[in-house]
């Protein structure tokens, strides 16, 4: 039996909600699930120590770190601890690397599920013009990679892009995720083109993405919704990883 480790470092609403529906996730395709929760306080040589022990665990399979992690903690060097082939999001050094250079990694769960998306709705992705506007590190820099490698062209749009909108209109396909609800509205779109949605904000109690969603739904031919879109794919992508190692 598989056993995936989730790392918390707090129980607020932007981690115990999707905390709570991996879990439930994992449990509904019998795959043991463990959650460990640590204070806010706790010290990056306790925390460290902690990851020690789950690469040590022959019981565990995989490990999520939820991030981010409190400021006085190095996220790379926790991130870093973590054995690449545990590290189902694919959050260390090893596997970011072996993603650049094309080699099998764990690929960020949000950017897997974008690409489960395109091939499962077999929407063409080879020769495609691609914009990502976002470029962290688990959504749009893993994102434009990922569709590199099947072949698109790739446009990185970021805060200090000029003209946005006049890039993301000559997208064919465009993937959000700029942590800002409404970033992208409909005149900023090309009709018929692809959207993909990876925001997750929380706007008067609601839940919503990057994108103005009743705008570019009129003018995009095909469009992920939030809730509902990617979230839930994320963590099939995490199980996935799981049971299946680097691809």
Same mark, same amino acid.
């Given at each position: 039996m +598989?056993? *995936?480790?989730? $790392?918390?470092?707090?129980?607020?609403?932007c #981690? #115990?909600?999707?905390?709570?529906?991996?879990?439930r996730?994992?449990?509904?395709?019998? =795959?043991? +699930?463990?959650? =460990?929760? #640590?204070?806010?306080?706790i010290?990056?040589?306790e925390?460290?120590?902690?990851?020690?022990?789950?690469?040590?665990?022959?019981?565990?399979?995989?490990?999520?770190?939820?991030l981010?992690?409190?400021?006085?903690?190095?996220?790379?060097?926790?991130?870093?601890?973590?054995?690449?082939?545990? /590290?189902?999001?694919?959050?260390?050094?090893?596997?970011?690397?072996?993603?650049?250079?094309?080699?099998?990694?764990?690929?960020?769960?949000?950017?897997d599920?974008? =690409?489960?998306? *395109?091939r /499962?709705?077999?929407l063409?992705?080879a020769g495609?013009?691609?914009?990502?506007?976002?470029?962290?590190?688990?959504?749009g820099?893993?994102v434009?990679?990922?569709?590199?490698?099947?072949?698109?062209?790739i446009?990185? +749009?970021?805060? #200090?892009?000029?003209?946005?909108?006049?890039?993301?209109?000559?997208? /064919?396909?465009?993937?959000?995720?700029?942590?800002?609800?409404?970033?992208?509205?409909?005149?900023?779109?090309?009709?018929?083109?692809?959207?993909?949605?990876?925001g997750?904000?929380t706007v008067?109690?609601?839940?919503?993405?990057?994108?103005?969603?009743?705008?570019?739904?009129? $003018?995009?031919?095909?469009?992920?919704?939030?809730?509902?879109?990617?979230?839930?794919?994320?963590?099939?992508? =995490?199980?996935?990883?799981?049971?299946l190692?680097?691809?």
């Open positions: +598989c056993l *995936l480790g989730i $790392v918390a470092h707090f129980f607020g609403i #981690y #115990y909600t999707p905390q709570v529906s991996l879990v996730s994992c449990r509904a395709i019998g =795959l043991g +699930c463990a959650t =460990l929760a #640590y204070p806010f306080e010290e990056e040589e925390l460290r120590a902690e990851v020690a022990a789950l690469n040590d665990d022959a019981n565990t399979d995989g490990v999520v770190l939820l981010p992690l409190p400021a006085h903690i190095r996220q790379r060097i926790v991130t870093d601890d973590l054995r690449p082939e545990k /590290d189902v999001d694919g959050l260390g050094s090893r596997n970011a690397g072996n993603l650049l250079l094309g080699f099998p990694s764990f690929i960020p769960s949000t950017a599920a974008m =690409l489960a998306v *395109l /499962d709705a077999d063409s992705v495609s013009n691609a914009v990502v506007v976002g470029r962290s590190n688990i959504g820099k893993p434009a990679l990922v569709l590199l490698r099947q072949d698109a062209t446009t990185i +749009c970021h805060s #200090y892009t000029q003209d946005l909108a006049s890039i993301t209109r000559s997208a /064919d396909i465009l993937v959000v995720s700029t942590g800002r609800p409404g970033s992208i509205t409909a005149d900023m779109v090309k009709p018929g083109a692809i959207v993909l949605d990876a997750i904000n008067n109690g609601k839940v919503v993405g990057d994108i103005d969603f009743a705008g570019v739904k009129e $003018v995009a031919s095909f469009l992920t919704p939030v809730p509902g879109g990617l979230g839930p794919l994320t963590h099939l992508m =995490l199980i996935r990883h799981t049971l190692g680097p691809q």
